[in-house]
Every structure is written in structure tokens, then in C-alpha cells.
């Protein structure tokens, strides 16, 4: 059968076999979708709208606590790490670096667990109530997350200064730039990849930092500390752009569902 | 402007009589979709109600630049997805059953349902869809496009896949049915010997 001839019989099949419409049951849709409206015209001019700043004040109260009271919980045990730490001079001076990558590292990555969880459960609920978009609500837990982690990382940064053996910009390399590359990953994997994979995702990129950082404090070989300054200052520059840009991304985000529904 | 600008522009200013009207121009092709998709004709008439209201309901979401189409296709399959995963039915009371005379006017009229629709319903469901929207729905590649996320050529090359997919598996039924019939009347011959 020719091309045409085959096109022209399946158009006819699916005309044939098209199921008539119901007027009434056009009619009740009609009337059922003004009503909705009305009423949601209606409840709309009730209701005050919150600005973002707002928002971010409310996911305090209902989320942001919990954050911060569990990164005050790594903060104690970092602590005691440094405390222990600079007892031994010498131990400081090998391994501090990289400790304060580490440390660095898994500040970052607390945020992640936060965000596939709000993935996960889809938010939905929360989004046609606060009539805000799911980025928007991501972007404000993840602002709340990661002022925690800012001042745990100024924290953490202002007592390695008190031990006097670094300076600034050895103590800002080893420490907030991995923070910010970091951030910047994780939140640029948020819409790239599969929802279902991003946390598993994010763990192994973590993981394999993690491990690249203890080869090489393993191996004795340079760290992000020994950076030239001007290397250093414009890595820590960029990252700060890709993780503001990525925050960016994360705002105008309406959906994080994958793929479209007909894969 | 065209139309659909103008309905939208009349319900912006709170003009109700216009959604009436969008409804009516959506409704028949969306219903023909969801039949489709789900199991029985009143399957089809709750997934349109709610496609609609749905729409409604992310009405903030949608930004109108002509893609309103893309947007209800796109709401109506999640809906039909819902359904078939809670593996909704309508409830029906007996009564009612028995008082109603069984005709059942989707597409899966299943005695009825011809060898093209059911030979296109066999394709893997991307390319089914494809088939459908294209000659059941008659869209352009375009707008199959738009609704589909893929991009125009991948629609026009999986098409073309499927209809040669298609042609091969209804020459191979027929030439089935052909020999079945061979057999059939050669029995028949031996049988009046």
C-alpha cells in the first residue's frame, strides 16, 4: 500500500472511530470552570499577597530552625576538631588545609539533603497555597540554608585566623572556595538531571571530592591554600557568580519535573 | 490579533462569557485525547472536566503567547497519567447499569476497534502518541512539537519510523489472514471431494 493511500486510510480509521462529543457534559464543564473562577478571582482579592522577603521569614519559622540547630550541632563538632587540632602545632600546619576543604565541602552539601526532600514531596501542596512558584520556594530555603553555612564558614574561618598560622587568603581558598564550587555544583545539577537521581548525584560528587581531598592530604601534594593570589581571588569571584546565577536559574524554575510525559 | 488573544484579553477584563467560548473551541479535541487514553467514555469525560479545571487552576503559570494549546495537551496528559495510575473508576450504581444500554463510543469500542487502531496502539506508547496527535488529532509537526517537548525533526523522523513500522506489521496481518484463507478453502475443497 502506497504512502497516501495508507495516510488517508488510518486518517479515516481514527474519523470513524471518533467518540461524539456530550453537549451537556461541555456545558456542566463550562459552567463548573466559571464557577472555579469566579471563586478564585474571588478569594484572591481576599487574600494580601506576601513579598519574597516574607516568604523567606515564614520558611524560617516552618523549616530554617531545624537547619540551623543541626549546622550549630557540625559547628560544636568542628570546633572541638580545631581545638584538637591546634594543640599539635606541627599537625596543623600539614593538615589544616585540607581539613578546612573537607569541613568546607560538607557545609555545602548539607543543603542538599533539604532540597531533594522538597523535590521529592513536590511541594505542591504549598505552591497553589502560597501561590508562589516551586523555584521560588527553592530559592528561599536554599538562601536560608546557606546563610547558616556562611556563618558557620566565617566561623570556622575566624578561628583558624585566631591560630594565627594562615593567612587570609590561604584560610578563604581552603575553605570558601570549595564552599561556593560546591554550592555551585549541587544547585546547578538541581533541573539538569533526573529529580529521582539528583540527591544520589550530589552524594557522589561530594564523595568523590571528599576522596580527592584525603588523596591528596594523603600524598602531601599542594592544596587549594598554596593557589597565587590573583588565581585564587578570581576562582573564588567566579564560583561566586555561577552560584548566584545558578540561585537565578532556581528562581524563574516553575516546574522540576523531568523529561516531558510522553517518554 | 487572533482569537485566542481576544477570549484571553475578555477573561483578563473579567468577561466569563469568553472562557465559555474557550471551552467550547478546546473541548471536542481534548475530550477526543483523553478517549485516547483512558479506558471508557466517562473515564474521558472526568479527565477533560478536570483538564479544564486544572487550567484554571495554573491559569498564573501560563504566560499567553499563543502556546495555550501545548499547555492544555500538556495538563490533559498528566491527568489521563493520574488516572490510569490510581486505576480510577467511574463508580456506577447497578441500577443505573442495568438501565443504560451497553454502548460504549471511545476508541475501545473493543469489537469494533479496527486492525489500524489497534496496530497503532501495538507501537511503543512515544510513537503512538505521535500517530495519534498527527492523523487522529491532524496537527501540524509543529504543534506536535510544542506539546511534546521534542524537537520538529525527531517528531518528523519517529513518524516516519512509525508509519513504516506500521505498513510492515498490517502487510504481515494481512498476508496471515490471506494464507488463514488458503487454508480455509483448500479444506473446504477437500471436504467436497
Not at chain 1, 502506497?2 to 461524539?20: G, H, Q, S, V
Not at chain 1, 564552599?179 to 545539577?189: N, P, R, S, Y
Not at chain 1, 591528596?216 to 564560583?239: E, H, I
Not at chain 2, 477573561?11 to 483512558?38: A, K, V
Amino acid at each position: 500500500m502506497k504512502n497516501d493511500a495508507f495516510i488517508t486510510e488510518l486518517k479515516k480509521e481514527f474519523r470513524e472511530n471518533c467518540p461524539e462529543v456530550c453537549e451537556k457534559h461541555m456545558e456542566k464543564t463550562a459552567g463548573l470552570v466559571k464557577t472555579f473562577y469566579e471563586s478564585r478571582q474571588n478569594s484572591r482579592s481576599r487574600t494580601r499577597r506576601i513579598g519574597f522577603g516574607e516568604l523567606v521569614l515564614r520558611q524560617i519559622r516552618f523549616i530554617g530552625w531545624k537547619i540551623w540547630c543541626l549546622q550549630l550541632a557540625v559547628m560544636a563538632v568542628m570546633y572541638c576538631a580545631l581545638h584538637t587540632i591546634f594543640g599539635n602545632m606541627d599537625v596543623a600546619s600539614r593538615h589544616m588545609p585540607f581539613l578546612l576543604f573537607a569541613m568546607a565541602v560538607m557545609l555545602a552539601w548539607m543543603a542538599v539533603p533539604m532540597m531533594g526532600r522538597s523535590i521529592r514531596y513536590r511541594m505542591a501542596e504549598i505552591e497553589s497555597a502560597s501561590r508562589f512558584s516551586l523555584g521560588r520556594l527553592m530559592a528561599a530555603r536554599l538562601l536560608i540554608t546557606e546563610a547558616g553555612a556562611v556563618v558557620l564558614m566565617a566561623g570556622m574561618m575566624r578561628l583558624t585566623a585566631a591560630g594565627s598560622i594562615y593567612r587570609l587568603s590561604e584560610i578563604v581558598f581552603s575553605s570558601l572556595l570549595p564552599f561556593l564550587a560546591v554550592t555551585g555544583i549541587c544547585t546547578g545539577l538541581l533541573g539538569h538531571i533526573r529529580v529521582q537521581s539528583y540527591v544520589k548525584s550530589c552524594n557522589a560528587a561530594v564523595a568523590c571530592i571528599l576522596a580527592s581531598v584525603f588523596i591528596m592530604d594523603r600524598l602531601g601534594t599542594g592544596s587549594p591554600a598554596d593557589l597565587p593570589a590573583a588565581a585564587g581571588w578570581t576562582a573564588c569571584v567566579f564560583c561566586l557568580a555561577a552560584c548566584a546565577y545558578q540561585i537565578r536559574r532556581l528562581w524563574k524554575k516553575d516546574s522540576f519535573e523531568d523529561g516531558t510525559v510522553f517518554c | 490579533m487572533t482569537r485566542e488573544n481576544e477570549i484571553f484579553k475578555q477573561i483578563e477584563q473579567g468577561n466569563m462569557e469568553s472562557l465559555d467560548e474557550l471551552i467550547g473551541l478546546y473541548y471536542p479535541e481534548i475530550f477526543r485525547y483523553c478517549c485516547w487514553h483512558t479506558s471508557n467514555r466517562a473515564n474521558a469525560e472526568d479527565a477533560v472536566q478536570e483538564t479544564f479545571l486544572k487550567a484554571v487552576r495554573y491559569m498564573d503559570r501560563y504566560a499567553h503567547r499563543g502556546k495555550f494549546r501545548a499547555f492544555l495537551y500538556r495538563i490533559a496528559a498528566n491527568t489521563c497519567i493520574d488516572m490510569s495510575r490510581k486505576k480510577y473508576e467511574v463508580p456506577v450504581e447497578v441500577e443505573i447499569l442495568e438501565a443504560v444500554p451497553l454502548v460504549d463510543t471511545s476508541f475501545r469500542a473493543a469489537e469494533d476497534e479496527t486492525d489500524f487502531l489497534s496496530l497503532v496502539r501495538q507501537l511503543p506508547e512515544e510513537m503512538s502518541e505521535l500517530v495519534f496527535l498527527r492523523y487522529g488529532q491532524e496537527m501540524k509537526l509543529r504543534e506536535i512539537a510544542e506539546i511534546t517537548g521534542l524537537p520538529v525533526r525527531t517528531v518528523q523522523s519517529k513518524l516516519r519510523y512509525a508509519l513504516k513500522k506500521l505498513k510492515k506489521t498490517a502487510a504481515a496481518e494481512q498476508n496471515e489472514e490471506r494464507a488463514l484463507q488458503n487454508m480455509q478453502d483448500k479444506r473446504g475443497d477437500g471436504d467436497e471431494k
